[in-house]
């Protein structure tokens, strides 16, 4: 994990850590570019959530947002007409339900509209520092058994085996590390082992041979830029 605190840096950020960075770690934000980010690439959640917010950027507000205009601001993610319903309801909740805010534990945000449990712990973790929580995603759930850490066939039991087996004080890192990595080196078809840091502690479980004709690349080195 330190290795790879050390390597990410200067590589592109994931979208929802962008936001969560430009936007003070507002949990409201956190929580619909989250949502909005389910099965859609980085780029596209990142374009969609700026301009939704530039729209609303709180629950009231989104809340009389209609849903018709919602699907514009957010298209082409994924599922935009669902996620749509899902990003007013959401927020309608919000504003009447809660005050306006977004609450800060796991059981009451995976009972909001839309929002499952990875959605849930990453808020948890960006939003409100949860020291306590792993986020597992594709690619967490990818790299973690490709490299031996846990034997699993899904993300939530991903996440549980990596409670277990896995250092505390990385668990709100984890998101981050390894889905900069899985976007950048560890890819899920042809991973650049020859550029990877951490090769000679990974068993490569399930990793198919890179063709020959794929040249290796060279890593940047750090910028010195993030959190370790």
């Not at 796991?106 to 509209?113: G, N, W």
């Amino acid at each position: 994990m330190r290795t790879l605190a050390r390597e990410i840096d200067g590589m592109e950020l994931p979208a929802i850590e962008k936001i969560s960075e430009s936007q003070q770690e507002d949990p409201f934000q956190v929580l619909i570019a989250t949502l909005l980010s389910a099965r859609t690439q980085d780029a596209t959640t990142h374009a969609a959530a700026t301009r939704l917010f530039r729209r609303a950027r709180t629950p009231r507000t989104m809340a009389k947002v209609p849903v018709k205009q919602i699907e514009r601001l957010i298209y082409p993610v994924s599922f935009y007409r669902n996620k749509a319903r899902h990003v007013q309801a959401t927020s309608r909740i919000l504003a009447e339900q809660y005050g306006g805010r977004v609450p800060d534990t796991l059981e009451a945000l995976v009972d909001l509209p839309g929002v499952g449990r990875k959605t849930a712990t990453l808020v948890m973790i960006l939003a409100f520092q949860s020291q306590r929580h792993v986020c597992v995603d594709t690619h967490v759930h990818r790299i973690s058994n490709r490299m031996g850490w846990v034997e699993t066939r899904t993300p939530d039991q991903t996440e549980q085996a990596l409670y277990r087996h896995t250092d505390a004080r990385w668990w709100p890192y984890i998101n981050l590390y390894l889905v900069t990595w899985g976007q950048n080196v560890c890819r899920p078809v042809y991973p650049r082992c020859n550029d990877c840091a951490i090769a000679a502690e990974c068993p490569r479980v399930g990793v198919r041979p890179t063709p020959a004709h794929q040249a290796p690349t060279t890593r940047r080195p750090p910028a010195g830029r993030h959190r370790t």
